[in-house]
Structures are given as C-alpha cells and as structure tokens.
C-alpha cells in the first residue's frame, strides 16, 4: 500500500462510515448491481460500502478484500455476518478465476502504485458474463464557490503527499482507459456529482462537514511530511466553520463512475 493518507484508527473507521452514507445516494444511484450471486469489493476498508450494498442488494453474497489488518478488523465487527472479510493484497488475490459474479472497488485505486494490477485482479476473478463497477476521485473537479484560499492551498498539498506517497488523486481521469486496459468491455462512464446547493440547507450543511473531515482527515499525514503546519489546520478549519454558516458558499465534487462488462 501506498503511504494511506487519511491514516489508520477510530477517527478514519468513523469517517471512512460516515462518507459511505452521506454519498450513498450518489453512489448507488441506478448502478447495475447484480441482486443475486457473489459481489466482492476490492479494498473494502471497515466494510462501510460493503454495509451500503448489503442494504440495496439484501440477497447477494458479500465478500470484501482489504490490506490493513485493523480495517478488516474493523469491517468484520461492523458487517457482521452480512459479508465476509479477508485480509489480503488486492493486487493478489486468494481467489480462484470466475469465482464472483461482480467486483467494485470505490475510492481504492487512488490509494494504490499500481491501479492496474488491481484491475487485472478484478477482472480474473469475475466470471464472464460478470460485471465489474469502480468508483474513484478526480481531484482536480474539487471547488467551492466562491473560492476559499486556505481551502485551495491545504487541497493541493493534500493531493501532492498523496501523489508522494505513490498514489494518484487524479486516478478517475483516466479510469475508463484502465479498466479497458484490464480487459473488460466498457458499458459506461459517468460522474457522481457531489453539490450543495443554497436550496436543500441540510443537504449543504451535511456535504460542508464532509468535506471538513475529509480535509482534515489528511492534516497527520500532511504536518508529518512538512507540508502543512497546524496554524494553517486551524485557519481552514474556521473558514469552513463560516463557510458552513453561509448559504452563499457552495461546494463540489466530481468522482467517475465506470460499469465494465467481463467477457472473455
Ligand atoms: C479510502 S479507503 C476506502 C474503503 C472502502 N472502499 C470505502 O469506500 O469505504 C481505501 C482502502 O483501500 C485499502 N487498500 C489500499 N491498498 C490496498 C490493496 N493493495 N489491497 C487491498 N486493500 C487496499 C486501504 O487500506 C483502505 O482501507
């Protein structure tokens, strides 16, 4: 694993929950989904998509795969017995060919030196016929409105560690190309637009703080590496604070949203 920039421990399981279900709606919208069969999730982390899909989908049968020991710990006491969890490299798989009937991975690839290899993992294991759906960031579709400086400068160094410790927080850019490359046919691609909007207040309040654990979620890794220090953590933190009060700041984001069919 690449340097996992948002680190590990309870503050990152609750967060890493949390953003499961304040995007879900997002997400999962119209996502073609088995409803039957076995699903497995590269790179579950502690299972909080895992949880969202088991919701929608109550019948299929869940596996997710995850690097970190204390996430899989974390994902196999928070799933229970909906899913089952293993500790493993999802760049090597402990699984046999044409063994599921679907794979996803979401906000992993960007986390990982080599998406491909991940890919041609995902595409191994799902059976032809199968159906393979990967949700991951574009960074730079990442803006408020008006800009918040502090907000601007603290994103760019948050992306430059990721990128530093071997990641690539631009890795939606060019998902479509690697999943094709991995050999799976592409059936679509699109954005999973994340905007506030003045008109739904709760929604917009919900979205500011977010997107605040989110930012604030890289501030270890950051001050570790030198590239943040704690005076600039406390003056995003209060523009966001005020901004969240503000009904005339506005916030978005744009993940991508691929659905590739396996068919060799
Ligand atoms: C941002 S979290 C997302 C977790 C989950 N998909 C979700 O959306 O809640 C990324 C996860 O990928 C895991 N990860 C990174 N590299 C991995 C690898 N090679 N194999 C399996 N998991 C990996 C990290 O440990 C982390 O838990």
């Known amino acids: 694993m690449s340097g996992y ?103 992993v690839l960007e986390h990982v030196p080599d998406p491909a290899a991940v890919l041609a993992e995902a595409v191994r294991v799902v059976r032809p016929g199968g159906v393979l759906v990967c949700t991951e960031v574009d960074n730079t579709t990442f803006a408020f409105h008006p800009e918040l400086p502090s907000v601007t400068r603290w994103w760019d160094r948050f992306c430059r560690v990721q990128a530093d410790g071997g990641g690539d927080p631009y890795v939606g850019r060019r998902l479509g190309g690697l999943v094709t490359d991995a050999g799976a046919e592409l059936r679509h691609r699109h954005d999973v637009a994340v905007v506030t909007s003045a008109e739904e207040p709760h929604r917009r309040h919900v979205l500011i703080e977010y997107v605040t654990d989110l930012l604030r979620s890289g501030a270890r890794s950051m001050i570790a590496a030198g590239a943040a220090e704690q005076h600039e953590l406390d003056e995003l933190e209060s523009d966001l604070a005020r901004a969240a009060r503000d009904p005339g700041v506005e916030w978005e984001y744009h993940a991508v949203q691929v659905v590739a069919d396996v068919t060799r």
């Open 5 to 107: 920039i948002h680190g590990f421990g309870a503050d990152e399981e609750q967060r890493l929950w949390d953003q499961a279900a304040v995007l879900a709606d997002a997400v999962f919208a119209d996502l073609p989904l088995p409803e039957r069969g076995r699903l497995l999730e590269l790179g579950c982390g502690v299972g909080a998509q895992l949880a969202q899909i088991h919701h929608r989908r109550p019948r299929l049968d869940l596996l997710g795969v995850e690097l970190s020991p204390s996430h899989a710990a974390a994902a196999r006491r928070r799933v229970g017995s909906t899913a089952g969890v293993l500790r493993a490299d999802a760049t090597r798989l402990p699984l046999a060919a044409d063994s599921v009937d679907a794979a996803v991975t979401i906000w």
